[in-house]
């Protein structure tokens, strides 16, 4: 079945940059997803790629896609205390349910 | 990005007593609606899946008596816990899809708090 894993927990400092991974095991998948969840919050959206994509850079935002080895990553540049928060990726086959992952939990000391 | 509005932000109710969640879409027309639950720490977990018009489609073990969902219109969708427990207590959220758009779209998500 669908099944998606990232690290549990990042630590890093104001300003350096943020990698946060994730492997998923559908080689249907049509997008790939990261969100952002702040405490008590829901979903904001950051970005997504479509699965023939090897990047998407939107601002301080860049998505690596290695689909031959089902891994994703988000790499957040200059990280910010406001870029605290839990983070999901996500997969999707073409018009299907998003399946998550547990979520990455980012710190960001100052 | 689109918009999707949940209300309420939380609620608390008695043991036994039913809730509604209500979930809309601003700027809009949701076709597909989601229901997920989400534990303290935890990844979000699917309850259901919803298309305007039609019933709804239930992931195995939620109990579909329990947890009605209503999608009658493109811009608004309804959970409904019935007889609400302890256990129920959790946080719930609701996502907002356009048929075969990418992006799905999450409402603020609702705390419920059965007492």
């Known amino acids: 079945g669908e099944d998606v894993e990232q690290s549990l927990f990042l630590s890093v400092r104001e300003g350096d940059s943020s990698v946060i991974n994730c492997t998923y095991t559908d080689s249907s998948s049509t997008y790939l997803y990261w969100y952002k969840q702040e405490p008590g919050a829901g979903l904001q959206l950051l970005t997504y790629?479509?699965?023939?994509?090897d990047m998407k850079q939107d601002q301080r935002l860049t998505v690596l896609l290695n689909k031959k080895d089902k891994h994703l990553s988000l790499r957040i540049a200059d990280t910010q205390t406001g870029d605290s928060a839990i983070y999901f990726c996500a997969e999707a086959e073409y018009g299907n349910k998003l399946v998550f992952g547990a979520g990455t939990i980012l710190r960001v000391k100052s | 990005g689109a918009v999707v509005s949940q209300h309420p932000s939380w609620v608390i109710c008695k043991s036994g007593t039913s809730v509604k969640i209500e979930c809309r879409s601003l700027d809009f027309q949701a076709t597909t609606m989601f229901w997920y639950r989400q534990f303290p720490k935890q990844s979000l977990m699917l309850m259901a899946t919803s298309n305007e018009g039609s019933k709804a489609t239930y992931e195995q073990g939620v109990e579909k008596d329990k947890f009605l969902i209503n999608h009658a219109s493109l811009t608004l969708s309804t959970l409904t816990v019935t007889s609400a427990h302890p256990e129920d207590s959790s946080f719930y959220i609701c996502?907002?899809?356009?048929?075969?758009?990418?992006?799905?779209?999450f409402g603020q998500g609702t705390r419920l708090t059965v007492v």
């Open positions: 790629i479509f699965s023939n994509m």
């Open positions: 996502s907002a899809r356009v048929l075969w758009a990418p992006e799905a779209f």
